[in-house]
DNA sequence: ATAATTTATTACCACTGTTAATATTTTTTA
DNA sequence: TAAAAAATATTAACAGTGGTAATAAATTAT
């Protein structure tokens, strides 16, 4: 056993609480000006700290912002999870929540070019391996399933159809904030109601 | 009229051939190191000039990288284009077809990063506008049209699964690529051609 | 109260994009 | 060909970057 100190806790939570100072500083650099804008010494007079005790809380910046983006997409999950309250449960709800999801990038465009546009390195200790998943298509099997027992898709292709769904909407957002073609929120609206009509609606 | 000086075309050529140094070097180090390591210093040095030199022939780094981007670009396009030289018009042909797209991606996947996770800016004059857009489905779209004509999708739906497509092939090679997800390449091929299976396939 | 430990800071390092002033080379004019 | 003009290349400097090492300050344990 280890000789414990007697306040160990208190001194966790106090370095738990001063590292969400580095997190939220980073977060809020990121989601106002993207995560080119991020450095150091920002994140640092942000939180109130001189530069170089971020290294003190974080081993380098990688770090940092590996932690920040589960603390993201966590709000994320969250926010979704709350918007998509009420939907119905039919074909019109499964594309209010892509719509809903989509929305949620246009609105933060430097949170999904943070999410897909930067690569992090996964930190060899620490990130407390939370999946940071957030599994929309999952959480719609049932409404999926109902296609099957509708007749309009056959049960072994739930499983591409989801997917493509979830491949497509992550393409065309990431089409658009690349400035890439010429896609337009707008259109993008469009053709993902096309698209999840042709895949989930029986054909005549 | 303008005065013209004698020897306009020489100079205008050498002019042209010392930018392309620069484009060179460019391209060299975002194919082996990523966009993220391109750096004036780095391209100048690598093209036998001092750093500064490069302002007299871009403005700034974001139309030096504007203008590789379009040399790279027409680069894939050929490459797919060659590669793609006798492939069957058929259902097959097809899935050949992305998954040639794909894997040009996952040889080089600092090309793809430098195409849609790094976003530039179009110049305000130079860049020649050329429209840089590889549009695949374009160039099968009498394939895709014998799928009218077996009967296996509407006319009216060829447009969306063209797009759905192109859409989900860009969102798995990002979701792979930018380290989010499981996705693996050997199953973003599969997914590929089930995907296409399910879109192109009569449903019985 | 003193020793030990943790935490914060400043001073550096080699790097970044960009600009300005200077040096060099090339071209045009006389 | 010689001098003037224009184009091109270079170095110096600026404010910024991530990260390290040594030092200063505050906290904790003995």
Redesign the pocket.
């Known amino acids: 056993m280890e000789?414990e100190?007697?306040?160990?806790d208190?001194?966790n939570t106090?370095?738990q609480r001063?590292k969400m100072y580095f997190l939220e500083a980073a977060e809020e650099i990121i989601q106002a000006e993207g995560h080119e804008s991020?450095?150091?010494?920002?994140v640092?007079n942000k939180a109130?700290?001189?530069?170089?005790?971020i290294?003190?809380?974080f081993?380098?910046?990688?770090e940092l912002l590996w932690a920040t983006k589960e603390i993201m997409v966590n709000k994320l999950y969250k926010t979704i999870i709350e918007k998509i309250q009420g939907v119905e449960f039919d074909i019109s709800g499964i594309k209010k929540v892509f719509s809903i999801y989509a929305e949620y990038y246009f609105e933060n465009p430097n949170i999904f070019r943070f999410f897909y546009f930067y690569r992090l390195n996964r930190p060899e200790r620490g990130g407390e391996d939370t999946s940071n998943e957030l599994d929309i298509t999952g959480m719609w099997r049932d409404t999926f399933m109902s296609f099957v027992a509708d007749g309009s898709i056959k049960e072994q292709d739930i499983e591409i159809v989801a997917k493509t769904i979830i491949y497509a909407v992550h393409g065309m957002i990431a089409l658009c904030l690349s400035n890439n073609g010429d896609l337009t929120e707008e259109n993008l609206h469009k053709d993902l109601e096309k698209m999840i009509d042709y895949l989930l609606l029986k054909k005549q």
Chains 1, 2 share one sequence.
């Not at 100190?5 to 160990?8: I, M, P």
């Not at 109130?48 to 005790?53: E, F, P």
């Not at 081993?59 to 990688?62: C, E, I, K, S, V």
């Open positions: 000789k100190k007697k306040s160990d208190k001194k106090k370095r001063i991020v450095s150091v010494r920002k640092a109130g700290y001189s530069y170089a005790t290294y003190n809380y081993t380098d910046l990688n």
